[in-house]
C-alpha cells in the first residue's frame, strides 16, 4: 500500500516563529489531507491539497503531486497551534495516515 | 447534523465483553468510515460504507470487530469479546460520495475512548 511519511515527528517553538512541516507519500495520489488534533483528540481540517498552494490565515499548504511532498506552513505560531499535525492521503477508499509531527508552542 | 457526531465519548469496560459504538455522519454523506487510532499504531483504517455498496472490511482486524450502517446513514462499530489491546481512540469520518478516487474531504467525529480493563 500507499506509504505517508512526515518530518520532523517533534517541534519545538516559541511564539511567533514561522515553521514548515513535510509530508513525502510513496505513489501518486488526487486526494491529500492535513488534520490538527488538538488536545481534546479531535482532528480538524486544514486543507484539501492535492495540487497547488492554498492559504488559510497564518496557515499555508503546498502540495507538489509530481515530487509526490507536501508541505505545511504556519506563520507567527500561537500557543494554540499545539498539538499534532498528520497529512493523509486517499487510496482505494481509504485515508492512510502520516505518524504525524508533534508541534508544541511555548510562550 | 452540523457535524459528525459519536456516541458515547467515553467507555470502560471489562475483557471480555462487547461494545458498541455509534457514528451518525453529517446529513446527506453517503460515505463513512471508521478509523483506529493506538499508541503503538497511530491511525489506521478499519471499515468503509459506500452508499449501498458491500463495505469495504480490509482494515478490521480480527473476526472480533464487524459494523453495520442502518439506512445508509447511522453506524455501529461492534467489538465483541473485548481485549486489552483494543483500547484505542475510535474515530468515525463521513465524505459527501466517496468511491475508489474522491476528490472531496472527509470530516471526523470527535471520537471514542474505549478503555479494555
Known amino acids: 500500500g500507499i506509504q505517508v511519511e512526515q518530518s520532523p515527528p517533534d517541534l519545538i517553538l516559541q511564539e511567533g516563529a514561522n515553521s514548515t512541516l513535510r509530508c513525502n507519500f510513496s505513489?501518486?495520489?488526487?486526494?491529500l489531507q492535513w488534520f490538527h488534533q488538538n488536545p481534546w483528540g479531535q482532528l480538524i481540517n486544514l486543507f484539501y491539497?492535492?495540487?497547488g498552494t492554498k492559504q488559510n490565515g497564518r496557515l499555508s499548504a503546498t502540495t507538489v503531486a509530481t515530487e509526490r511532498y507536501s508541505l505545511l506552513y504556519i506563520s507567527s505560531s500561537q500557543t494554540t497551534d499545539s498539538g499534532v499535525y498528520f497529512c493523509?492521503?486517499?487510496?482505494?477508499?481509504?485515508?492512510?495516515f502520516g505518524q504525524g509531527t508533534i508541534l508544541t508552542v511555548h510562550p | 447534523g452540523a457535524g459528525v457526531s459519536q456516541s458515547p465519548s467515553n467507555k470502560v469496560t471489562e475483557k471480555g465483553k462487547d461494545v458498541e459504538l455509534r457514528c451518525d455522519p453529517i446529513?446527506?454523506?453517503?460515505?463513512l468510515y471508521w478509523y483506529r487510532q493506538s499508541l503503538g499504531q497511530g491511525l489506521e483504517f478499519l471499515i468503509y460504507?459506500?452508499?449501498?455498496?458491500?463495505?469495504?472490511k480490509s482494515g478490521l482486524p480480527s473476526d472480533r470487530f464487524s459494523a453495520e450502517r442502518t439506512g445508509g446513514s447511522v453506524s455501529t462499530l461492534t467489538i465483541q469479546r473485548t481485549q486489552q489491546e483494543d483500547s484505542a481512540v475510535y474515530l468515525c469520518?463521513?465524505?459527501?460520495?466517496?468511491?475508489?478516487?474522491?476528490?472531496?474531504?472527509?470530516?471526523f467525529g470527535p471520537g471514542t475512548r474505549l478503555l479494555v480493563l
Open positions: 469520518a463521513s465524505s459527501l460520495v466517496g468511491g475508489p478516487y474522491p476528490q472531496e474531504t472527509q470530516y
Open positions: 505513489d501518486s495520489v488526487n486526494n
Open positions: 491539497i492535492p495540487s
Open positions: 493523509a492521503v486517499y487510496s482505494y477508499g481509504k485515508l492512510t
Open positions: 446529513s446527506g454523506h453517503t460515505a
Open positions: 460504507f459506500q452508499g449501498n455498496s458491500a463495505p469495504d
